[in-house]
C-alpha cells in the first residue's frame, strides 16, 4: 500500500519537483495549490503526512492551515512538515505554535525530503500513532 501525502503549496514548480521526487519511493501525492483546499483535502483524503507551505496567498496561510487541521480531532493525529524560505528561529517557533511537527527551510534537496518524511513517519509508526 502507497503512503499518502498531501502537498500544499502555491508553486507549481516546487509541487512538480516534490512530485517527481515521491515518485522514487511508494508515495502517493496528492496536491493543493492553497492553504484553504490543503484543509478540505486533508479531510477528503486523511492522507499519512501534509507537507505545507507557509506563505500562499489565498483567505489563510500554511500556519493557519496547519492549525486547522491540527484543531480537528480526526486529522490532529497527521504529522504536518511546514516548507518556507524563512529559516529564522522566530519561524521556527510560529510553525511549532501551529502545530507542526517538522520544518524544512526551501531550498531543499529531494534526499532531505525523503529522510525527513520517512524519520517522521518512523517515528510516528514507533509511538504507534
Same mark, same amino acid.
Not at 503512503?3 to 512530485?19: A, P
Not at 484553504?36 to 507551505?53: C, E, F, H, N, Y
Not at 500556519?63 to 491540527?70: G, V
Not at 480537528?72 to 497527521?78: S, T
Given at each position: ?14 509541487? *512538480? #519537483?516534490?512530485?517527481m ?5 511508494n508515495?502517493?501525492?496528492?496536491e ?37 487541521? *491540527? ?47 520517512? *524519520? #517522521? ?9
Amino acid at each position: 500500500m502507497k503512503t499518502s501525502i498531501l502537498v500544499v503549496e502555491d508553486q507549481s514548480d516546487i509541487r *512538480k #519537483l516534490i512530485n517527481m521526487t515521491m515518485q522514487f519511493g511508494n508515495y502517493e501525492v496528492h496536491e493543493a495549490d492553497h492553504g484553504l483546499l490543503g484543509v478540505k483535502m486533508a479531510q477528503a483524503v486523511r492522507p499519512s503526512l501534509i507537507l505545507m507551505d507557509v506563505m500562499m496567498p489565498g483567505e489563510i496561510d500554511g500556519l493557519q492551515a496547519c492549525a486547522r487541521i *491540527k484543531s480537528d480531532p480526526e486529522l490532529r493525529h497527521i504529522p504536518i512538515i511546514m516548507l518556507t524560505a524563512r529559516g529564522q528561529q522566530s519561524d521556527f517557533e510560529a510553525g511549532r505554535q501551529a502545530g507542526a511537527d517538522g520544518y524544512l527551510t526551501k531550498p531543499f534537496s529531494p534526499l532531505e525530503l525523503i529522510d525527513t518524511i520517512e *524519520k #517522521l513517519l518512523q517515528e510516528r509508526a514507533a509511538a504507534g500513532a
